[in-house]
T-cell receptor
Framework: AQKVTQAQTEISVVEKEDVTLDCVYE???????LFWYKQPPSGELVFLIR??????QNEISGRYSWNFQKSTSSFNFTITASQVVDSAVYFCAGGGSNYKLTFGKGTLLTVNP | EAQVTQNPRYLITVTGKKLTVTCSQNMNHEYMSWYRQDPGLGLRQIYYSMNVEVTDKGDVPEGYKVSRKEKRNFPLILESPSPNQTSLYFCASRSQGLLHFGNGTRLTVT
């Protein structure tokens, strides 16, 4: 069975600070997929990124970056120079070859002006 | 526009009154699923369907039914809703491992 741990329940930062959201994915699968979703106050789920277990390249997209380390089963998400619009709940999720996704409990990020 | 459509967005009902939440996707995806989201628990899968007429239980199926008579539709049925089914529900369809979510249905059972 898979397990996704987002140890940070809530994070509060001031605008322009960098913030890292942690995620640990535990599975016995050798091939798996990791995702990050954003849920703004309006409630919809917005896909941010997907990463395959055999691809350990870090990825940067604008102010967002992701650091996947297979050795520690971590898939952390960093927002650089945070903005108020980044305030949301962020979910990490993982799935194996059957693509059944298991979600973490989410991290509520509040960016204060 | 490719999308997953859920209806209604908001629903308030009373204990025991049968209800159906509809879900439709226009992307011809074979896989569809239902999740519920509760504070502090994240999203948990209720049921999923790998294709037409093929459905299976997820992690929290008790009190729910689904059907998949055609590829585009995957309704969630609560035969006798109870207050512990008050939650935010998401339907999703999947293509190449990526879930596409509907906008959610907020259900309150009093």
């Amino acid at each position: 069975a898979q397990k996704v741990t987002q140890a940070q329940t809530e994070i509060s930062v001031v605008e322009k600070e960098d913030v890292t959201l942690d995620c640990v994915y535990e599975t016995r699968d050798t091939t798996y997929y990791l995702f990050w979703y954003k849920q703004p106050p309006s409630g919809e789920l917005v896909f941010l990124i997907r990463r395959n277990s055999f691809d350990e390249q870090n990825e940067i997209s604008g102010r967002y970056s992701w650091n996947f380390q297979k050795s520690t089963s971590s898939f952390n998400f960093t927002i650089t120079a945070s903005q108020v619009v980044d305030s949301a709940v962020y979910f990490c999720a993982g799935g194996g070859s059957n693509y059944k996704l298991t979600f973490g409990k989410g991290t509520l990020l509040t960016v204060n002006p | 526009e490719a999308q997953v459509t859920q209806n209604p967005r908001y629903l308030i009902t009373v204990t025991g009154k049968k209800l159906t939440v509809t879900c439709s996707q226009n992307m011809n995806h074979e896989y569809m699923s239902w999740y519920r989201q509760d504070p502090g628990l994240g999203l948990r899968q209720i049921y999923y369907s790998m294709n037409v007429e093929v459905t299976d239980k997820g992690d929290v199926p008790e009190g729910y039914k689904v059907s998949r008579k055609e590829k585009r539709n995957f309704p969630l049925i609560l035969e006798s809703p109870s207050p512990n089914q008050t939650s935010l529900y998401f339907c999703a369809s999947r293509s190449q491992g990526l879930l596409h979510f509907g906008n959610g249905t907020r259900l309150t059972v009093t």
